[in-house]
């Protein structure tokens, strides 16, 4: 039983190292990408938005990006990444590709049932991620895009976001660069983030908007997690 009690012990102590670890590691890559993102979020939003407007891909800012234009006129301060929308009905493979000769590559791609029911792509540029939240026709009452939660290394808990968006888009001033928003971009930040959502507030989490995220448990075995770990 001594011995037996101190394998217990042991187990417990490498288990909370390794949370610690995990931890610290999660801290200093955040760190990493906040350096990166001050340093080239806007050369890499220009060539994001430059390439897509040079070969005719259509796409918009997402979520905190679409408040960023509106209510900053550039970057929220607390943000660590750039949010996009592409209707997936817009998508190709090719759009990939001419990212990449411009510098971008591929960190990760989540697909649900090969792209049938969701898609979401993280790419990255001198260490700036930017996430490419693809848009579904609606399930229930508006369209949707997925997010992914974690359950391990391999399985993702798929969520449905819905969003009240128009297919019709708008220019918007965002720091020196001229973007594509949703032409309803205000309707979507009031959907999201309130009535007030011009006036920030550090402590709004996204468990405010919940009422339009849909957990999806019975696409977890059909969601595929693909990661580029050269870009880890």
């Known amino acids: 039983m001594i011995i037996i009690d101190r394998i217990k012990r042991k187990i417990k102590n490498i288990q909370i190292l390794y949370r610690i670890l995990v931890s610290v590691n999660g801290f200093i ?35 905190g990006s679409i408040l960023g234009a509106i209510r900053e006129h550039g970057f929220i301060k607390h943000d660590l990444d750039i949010d996009t929308f592409v209707w997936y009905e817009d998508y190709s493979s090719e759009m990939l590709k001419k990212l990449a000769d411009v510098g971008f590559s591929l960190y990760r791609s989540i697909s649900i ?26 399930k229930d009452k ?15 808990l798929p969520r449905r976001i819905e969003i009240p968006i128009s297919k019709e888009r708008k220019l918007m001033k965002f720091e020196n660069i001229d973007v594509y928003v949703p032409a309803n971009a205000e309707e979507i930040c009031q959907f999201r983030y309130g009535a007030n959502y011009m006036i920030p507030n550090p402590n709004w989490h996204w468990k405010s908007s919940y009422n339009a995220i849909r957990e999806w448990p019975e696409m ?4 595929s997690i693909m990661i580029n770990h050269r870009n880890v």
């Open 220 to 223: 977890i075995e059909k969601t």
């Open 29 to 63: 890559g955040q760190k990493r990408r906040m350096r990166a993102y001050r340093k080239y979020g806007i050369e890499a939003l220009q060539t994001f938005v430059k390439c897509m407007n040079d070969n005719n891909f259509k796409y918009t800012l997402a979520f």
């Open 113 to 138: 049932d090969s792209d049938r029911y969701g898609r979401e792509d993280t790419i990255i540029y001198k260490g700036v991620h930017i996430d490419i939240f693809y848009l579904y026709p609606a």
């Open 142 to 156: 508006y369209p949707y895009c997925c997010d992914f939660v974690p359950l391990s290394d391999k399985k993702r």
